[in-house]
């Protein structure tokens, strides 16, 4: 049985889709904001998506965009009251189509069955990111070592992985930019992140953010060249986020990442559970300004 997701922020535009889409005889899964409606997509593997595009805290765009990055393709229509959003079908490939809301009676189903006609074997972009020997066999290997991302360009990586290559407790992973941060923690599941504040495109914060949206509880410390008390109290209030270092203080006292780091992976299993538990329940005053913080995102922003 085929499976459609409706996403929608109202209870009564989420129930009347449903009803709409009935006859397809489809399985029918309701989420009430964006945040739930990612965590659905990546547990339940819909055949399509219906997505209010004007949702508070994680909008429709912002949605598409996190699968974009995550090289999913799930085929959405986009639901909206604007009469101005067939411009941002060029933009994702996953839309497939746009209702307005007072149209919903008269044209969703029949998009819908034609979408769901026109898709076959499902299908996910190439993901073409290297993972280097030690990491393949960290993989594939079992160990009671610490598996620690380093999320950061060619000098801090470098300088992180001389400060720490004298100990044997850990298993360093790497990944050169945000995107690819998303896919590796995913796939390995760190004890820790150490990552750049400063990165192109997906910023430490927004990496943070995206992490916390998906569900997955990482204990993260950012590394910076510069103090910037704003961005630390922004960071202070994400799920996760356990530091923050600058990188010239840890040039002149290699020990102060070497302590940060055994502070945090040497907590209790009472203080992890906490911390899962703080991902799962769903707090979108967690993200209240997501949308207008990055131009990755306020660019897109109707």
Not at 36 to 49: T, Y
Not at 232 to 244: D, M, V, Y
């Amino acid at each position: 049985m085929r499976t459609i997701l409706v996403i929608d922020d109202e209870k009564d535009s989420r129930e009347l889709i449903a009803r709409l889409l009935a006859p397809l005889e489809c399985r029918i899964i309701q989420a009430a904001n964006g945040i739930e409606g990612v965590r659905m997509a990546l547990s339940f593997h819909p055949d399509l998506i219906t997505v209010d595009v004007m949702m508070p805290h994680l909008n429709g765009l912002n949605m598409m965009k996190i699968f974009t990055l995550m090289k999913l393709q799930i085929p959405s229509i986009f639901v909206t009251v604007k009469t101005d959003m067939e411009r941002y079908i060029e933009l994702f490939p996953s839309i497939v189509s746009v209702c307005t809301k007072d149209q919903l009676q008269t044209r969703l189903l029949e998009m819908v069955k034609v979408t769901l006609e026109q898709q076959h074997e499902r299908r996910f972009n190439d993901i073409k990111y290297r993972l280097n020997k030690k990491e393949i066999f960290g993989l594939l290997g079992k160990s009671d070592r610490s598996k620690i991302l380093i999320v950061s360009d060619t000098l801090t990586r470098e300088m992180v992985l001389t400060m720490l290559s004298e100990s044997e407790l850990y298993e360093l992973y790497f990944a050169p930019d945000g995107q690819e941060a998303i896919f590796k923690a995913v796939m390995i599941r760190p004890d820790l992140i150490l990552s750049d504040l400063e990165l192109k495109e997906i910023d430490g914060i927004m990496l943070a953010r995206i992490l916390y949206i998906l569900g997955h509880p990482f204990p993260l410390v950012f590394l910076s060249g510069k103090s910037d008390m704003e961005t630390i109290k922004k960071a202070s209030k994400l799920e996760g986020i356990q530091g923050f270092l600058l990188k010239a203080e840890i040039r002149r006292d290699h020990k102060l990442l070497q302590q940060r780091i055994e502070s945090i992976l040497n907590i209790s299993d009472a203080d992890k559970a906490r911390l899962q538990a703080s991902y799962e329940t769903i707090d979108v005053e967690k993200i209240e300004e997501f949308t207008m913080e990055s131009s990755i995102w306020a660019s897109l922003t109707p």
